[in-house]
């Protein structure tokens, strides 16, 4: 090492944190990980129940190279951690009137969709570079001769159209309409209301690919957990921070330490709100109070008798209405009455995962924000959870109430809940203006130079892919920090009050 050793606290056992404790344990820091749930994984977690068992957070995983690159700086071999296997489909469509969609290879070769992809693929092309590899802060890092060809494609990021805007100007099909649309909930956001750059997502899914992690998704911080390991982290879970004040971290037990560096892989909305509040601004506090949330969900854990030969592995049941859903989720703060419907069932690649003869069905629907302490009453849950089975059975999946032999539920509260996520959102702040998109809550305390943050709620964003590049770009930024031959300045707190315990705040 060039640098002397740092003693650094990552809050939080989720995908960036792993990824930010690996690089930095690597470069030889000394790594704690404190997370206040019984193992890794932070939303991606996994469910069992009855002898079936369900991955409760991504269900996909796409650029499957951002996480084999991680390995390779590690100086492993991906493969002797995780098999990978790539799906042929990434989803079936499903609409009521019978039509079914599948987006593997040969949708993606239609002469419309192409089309389209070249679009979308100008997108990537100049944005990718500058977005996915640097913090805002450092955008200017990515100005090199190789990127002037790229810029022709600039004005492709300054429309003020939206996602759907410009996909119907792109399609007349309404059903190649809205399966477009639909990428705009990788995050969070209405299609409506969210900026046109973001129908990269469909060429980035089109282009890397759907990817499964075999024996489930949840494999993926199990082995980022063990690479962990053998750098020398230690991991103490069960641990909940109660407060940090100036590199000083407290739990919830009144245990205390000092680091020379915490980086939190929380809810950085909560985090600033409550345990982090001596490391946030007033002024950055007002804002946080007044920021949108993205979207949550509704869970529906189904054990079902049979296999069902209509279904792939993921499979999406559009609504009717697409424009209504998200005015009823972002504007009534409401259950949609007609929600499109997912279900994930991830025994079609591990058949262990539902006992011989049955199938684990993940059903998710978009869902408005909640806090932890708000909850639907038991009636109205129950009358909207035989209201989604019943639109299923419309949609062709004969019998399937009866055939439902074990269920659970899990609500936006229990996301709040179980992940301190801020009002239960599962991508942080909503995505509906490029100011929203380029200016995600920083990486990095203004009040604090010690604290940072990683993760799907900060900068690039969620999903698996995203969330590693955050844990490159924070371990790369504490170690230029490290670095600099400079005294760091001591933290100035400007909290005006005692942080709220994080279930209040």
């Known amino acids: 090492m060039s640098t002397p050793p740092q003693k650094i606290l990552i809050i939080g056992a989720g995908i960036g944190g792993l990824a930010a404790a690996i690089r930095l344990a690597k ?38 190279h951002i996480l084999e690159e991680l390995f390779t700086d590690a100086g492993r071999k991906m493969e002797d ?20 969609i599948d987006e593997d290879e040969a949708f993606w070769q239609r002469k419309d969709v192409k089309r389209f992809l070249r679009y979308a693929k100008g997108i990537y092309d100049v944005s990718a570079e500058t977005y996915l590899e640097y913090p805002p802060s450092q955008f200017w890092r990515a100005a090199k001769p190789s990127m002037l060809p790229k810029l022709r494609h600039l004005p492709k990021l300054m429309t003020p159209s939206s996602m759907a805007q410009t996909i119907c100007r792109y399609f007349k099909d309404p059903y190649l309409r809205q399966l477009f649309m639909r990428f705009a909930t990788y995050n969070g956001s209405s299609p409506f209301l969210t900026p046109s750059v973001f129908n990269l997502i469909a060429y980035v899914e089109a282009h890397f690919g759907p990817w499964y992690v075999e024996g489930g998704m949840f494999q993926l911080p199990l ?37 020379d ?37 509704l869970v529906f ?51 262990t995962h539902a006992p011989e003869g049955h199938e684990n069905y993940f059903v998710l629907i978009n869902a408005p924000p909640r806090w932890p302490d708000e909850t639907w009453p038991t009636d109205t849950l129950e009358a909207y959870r035989n209201m989604v089975v019943g ?21 936006p509260c229990h996301f709040a809940h179980r992940d301190l996520a801020f009002q239960g959102a599962l991508y942080g702040p909503v995505t509906h203006s ?25 900068h690039p964003g969620g999903g698996i892919p995203m969330v590693l590049l955050s844990g490159k770009m924070i371990a790369r930024s504490v170690e230029q920090d490290i670095a600099k031959p400079r005294k760091r300045p001591s933290a100035k707190t400007k909290a005006t009050s005692k942080p709220k315990p994080a279930s209040q705040a």
């Open 27 to 64: 470069a030889g820091h000394q790594v704690h990980v404190w997370e206040r749930n019984e193992g890794p994984g932070g939303k991606l977690k996994e469910f069992e129940d009855d002898g079936f068992r369900w991955d409760t957070g991504p269900s996909l995983l796409t650029m499957p």
């Open 81 to 100: 951690y995780l098999t990978l296997h790539r799906l042929p489909s990434a989803c079936r469509y499903f609409w009521r009137d019978g039509t079914i």
């Open 223 to 259: 082995a980022l957990e063990r690479l962990a390991k053998e750098f020398g982290v230690t991991f103490r879970y069960h641990t909940t921070v109660a407060e940090v004040v100036e590199g000083r971290a407290t739990t919830e037990e009144d245990e205390s330490e000092q680091f």
């Open 261 to 297: 560096y915490v980086v939190c892989n929380g809810d950085c909305l909560q985090a600033k709100l409550s345990y982090l509040s001596a490391a946030t601004s007033d002024d950055e506090r007002w804002e946080l109070e007044r920021t949108k949330p993205s979207l949550s969900g």
């Open 301 to 351: 854990f189904f054990g079902v008798r049979g296999v069902d030969t209509k279904l792939g592995q993921h499979n999406i049941f559009f609504a009717e209405d697409y424009a209504r859903e998200f005015t009823d989720i972002f504007q009534r703060k409401l259950l949609p009455t007609q929600p499109t419907i997912y279900i994930n069932i991830t025994s079609r690649s591990n058949p």
């Open 391 to 411: 639109r299923l059975e419309h949609f062709g999946l004969e019998n399937l109430d009866e055939r439902i032999v074990t269920e659970s539920v899990f609500t």
């Open 434 to 458: 490029v100011g929203e998109a380029l200016m995600r809550p920083p990486m990095r305390s203004s009040v604090d130079p010690r604290v940072f943050y990683v993760g799907g709620t900060t």
